[in-house]
C-alpha cells in the first residue's frame, strides 16, 4: 500500500506508520510524544492550520497584546507523571485563593471567602453563618474527597480497575456510597445547611455537566469526582502562558522525539478490517490522499470516530450535548466590589461564584430543561492575569489591564438552535447583569477596547464549539464522563476495531485537559 502522491500526502514522510493519530489535540500530542519516543514512527493528522485543539492560546482582539486561552483555561487532571515523562517545558501557578461569593443578607453585602488561610476561611464562613458549624462541616467533606482523590487519582495512569477493585482501593465505604451511588444532592443537603455553601459545593458537579443535584443518572456524581481528585488534591492551577503553552511544549516534544504533524489535513474515513494495517483518508487544501497505519489512535469523540468507520452515530451512543456559555473578557481594571471587606485583586483570582446559590442552580436547570434561558443565568470567573501576568504585552501589564474568564452553566445547545446569536446576545445581557449585582460598578466601564474601538469581550455558546471544534453539541468532555473504571480493554481506549483506539476526551477516564487518554493509548499500544 502507499499514499496517493498529490502534493500534499508527498509531504509525508512515510507511506506506512506504526501510528496515525487522528486529531492534534492535548492528547493526540501526548499519544504522539510517547510513541515517537519508544521508536515508534508517527504521523498525526490535524484538520485545523495550527496543533492544540481546545487547549490552545490566542488573541482575540484586534491589535491587543493578550495571549488568552480560549477555550480550556485551567489545569487539574494533567499528571505530573506525564509532564515528567515527556520532559515537558510547561508549568503551572496554584493560586492563592480558592473562590469568592458575593452576597447579600440583610440588606447589607458581603462576600464568602475560602483561602487566605484557614483562619481567614473559618471567620468568613462565620460571618456568613453566624456559626462554626459550616466551615466544619466543608473541613469534613473535603478532608473525605482529598482520601478518596490520593487513592483514585493514581489509577488513571494505570490499567483500568474492575468497579470492585476501585472501591478496594477507595476502602471507605461512606465515601464510596456519598460518590459512586447515591446522587450528590443528598450528601450536600445532608451536611450543609446553607444554601450558598450547598451552591458552592455543587457547582463542581456541573461543569459542563446538564444535571440536576438529583439526576438518578449521577451524571452530576461523574462530574464532581473529576474536579476534585485532580493531583490527588483537586487544586486547579493556572497554566504559566496560557493553555496553548502546554499543547506547544507537547507538540514540541512530539517533533523532537521524530513525529510528524501534518496539519491542514482532515481525516475523513479509516478503513479496517483488524488484522490488516488500517488506511486513513484525508483531505488538504490542493486534494485528498491516503495514509497507512499499523495502528490508527483517534483523539475526536466517539461520535465523530463512529463517522470515520462508516458506522451509524447511534453505535457511539446517545447525541452529547454541550451546556456551557464560555465569556473571555479583557478588562482596563478589574471592577470595584459593593463588598469593600476583600480586594478585587483577591475576589478574582479564585473562582468568582455569580448565582450559583444552590437553589438557583435547581431553578436554571428547571428553567433551562423547559427550554428556557435560565433567568437568573449562574456563572463562575476568574482572572489568569493576576496569577499570571505574562499572556499580558507589557504595555498592558504595566497599565493595570486584567483578564477575565467566565463559565457559564445550565445553558444546553437546545437553546441555541433556533437563533443561535440573538439567543447569545440576550444570555450575555443577563449573565452581565447577575455579575453586576455584586460589583459597585457596571463590568462593561472597565472592558477594555481593541484596535477597532470594540468592546474586548467574546462569548461561545456550546454550537459555536460545535462549529469552531467540532466537539459534538459543543460537549466540552465530548460525552459525559465515564466512571474511572469499567470493563472497556486494558487501558479503556480500545474499540471493536482490533487497531484502532479512542485517544481524545470521550475514552474512558477521558475528559478536561489531562493527557490520560493519549498517556492510555500509547501504553496499549506499547504493550504495557
Keep these: 500500500m502507499t499514499v496517493n502522491a498529490d502534493a500534499d500526502s508527498r509531504g509525508l514522510a512515510h507511506d506506512v506508520y506504526d501510528a496515525v493519530i487522528v486529531g492534534a489535540g492535548h492528547n493526540g500530542l501526548v499519544a504522539a510524544a ?37 477555550y480550556s483555561y485551567l489545569v487539574s487532571l494533567l499528571p505530573e507523571k506525564i509532564v515528567r515523562d515527556l520532559g515537558l517545558r510547561f508549568r503551572v501557578r496554584r493560586r492563592t485563593v480558592s473562590s469568592y461569593t458575593p452576597f447579600e443578607r440583610g440588606g447589607r453585602p458581603g462576600g464568602l471567602l475560602v483561602g487566605g488561610g484557614e483562619d481567614r476561611t473559618r471567620e468568613s464562613f462565620a460571618r456568613l453563618t453566624g456559626s462554626d458549624r459550616e466551615y466544619e462541616a466543608w473541613r469534613a467533606f473535603y478532608a473525605t474527597t482529598g482520601r478518596l482523590a490520593r487513592r483514585v487519582f493514581p489509577t488513571l495512569t494505570e490499567p483500568l480497575p474492575t468497579r470492585e477493585e476501585l472501591r478496594a482501593r477507595v476502602d471507605d465505604e461512606a465515601a464510596w456510597r456519598m460518590l ?11 451536611r450543609f445547611s446553607d444554601d450558598l455553601v450547598r451552591g458552592i459545593v ?17 451524571a ?39 513525529a510528524q504533524i501534518a496539519t491542514g489535513h482532515e481525516a475523513l474515513r479509516i478503513h479496517t478490517d483488524g488484522t490488516s494495517p488500517a488506511e486513513v483518508s484525508f483531505r488538504t487544501a490542493t486534494g485528498e490522499g ?25 453505535t457511539a451512543g446517545p447525541a452529547p450535548e454541550g451546556a456551557q456559555f464560555k465569556v473571555n473578557m479583557l478588562l482596563r481594571r478589574l471592577p470595584r466590589l459593593r463588598d469593600t471587606s ?7 483570582s479564585g ?88 460589583l459597585a460598578e457596571p463590568l462593561t466601564d472597565c472592558l477594555a477596547f481593541d484596535a477597532d474601538g470594540r468592546p474586548c469581550i467574546e462569548a461561545k455558546t456550546p454550537l459555536d464549539l460545535e462549529q469552531e471544534l467540532r466537539l459534538p453539541g459543543g460537549h466540552i468532555f465530548h460525552r459525559d464522563l465515564s466512571w474511572p473504571y469499567g470493563e472497556t480493554g486494558r487501558w479503556g481506549v480500545e474499540t471493536a476495531h482490533p487497531r484502532v483506539l479512542l485517544c481524545g476526551a470521550g475514552a474512558v477516564r477521558g475528559g478536561g485537559v489531562s493527557g490520560i487518554p493519549g498517556h492510555n493509548a500509547a501504553m496499549a499500544l506499547l504493550g504495557h
Design 342 to 348: 476583600v480586594d478585587p485583586r483577591e475576589a478574582f
Design 351 to 438: 473562582t468568582f461564584h455569580v448565582a450559583e446559590g444552590y437553589e438557583q442552580l435547581a431553578r436554571a436547570h428547571a428553567e433551562a430543561a423547559a427550554g428556557e434561558l435560565p433567568s437568573v443565568p449562574p456563572s463562575e470567573i476568574y482572572c489568569h492575569s493576576l496569577t499570571d501576568p505574562t499572556i499580558l504585552g507589557p504595555e498592558l501589564s504595566a497599565q493595570g489591564f486584567q483578564t477575565l474568564t467566565l463559565f457559564g452553566l445550565h445553558t444546553p445547545a437546545r437553546l441555541f438552535e433556533k437563533d443561535n446569536r440573538q439567543t447569545r446576545e440576550v444570555l450575555l445581557t443577563a449573565t452581565l447583569a447577575q455579575l453586576d449585582a455584586g
Design 202 to 218: 455543587l457547582t463542581d458537579a456541573l461543569i459542563g455537566t446538564f444535571a440536576d443535584a438529583h439526576d438518578p443518572s449521577l
Design 180 to 190: 459512586f451511588e447515591e446522587p450528590l444532592g443528598r450528601a450536600v443537603e445532608e
Design 34 to 70: 510517547y510513541l515517537a519516543r519508544a521508536g515508534r514512527s508517527v504521523l498525526v493528522l490535524e484538520r485545523l492550520g495550527h496543533p492544540g485543539g481546545a487547549a490552545v492560546s490566542a488573541r482575540p482582539f484586534a491589535g491587543v497584546d493578550a495571549r488568552l486561552s480560549r
Design 220 to 258: 452530576q456524581n461523574r462530574c464532581f469526582l473529576y474536579h476534585v481528585i485532580g493531583g490527588g488534591t483537586g487544586d486547579w492551577d493556572v497554566p504559566v502562558g496560557g493553555m496553548g503553552a502546554l499543547t506547544d511544549a507537547l507538540a514540541e516534544a512530539a517533533r523532537a522525539a521524530g
Design 290 to 314: 491516503t495514509v497507512v497505519g499499523r495502528d490508527v489512535l483517534v483523539n475526536a469523540s466517539p461520535r465523530a470516530l463512529a463517522e470515520l468507520l462508516g458506522e451509524a452515530p447511534g
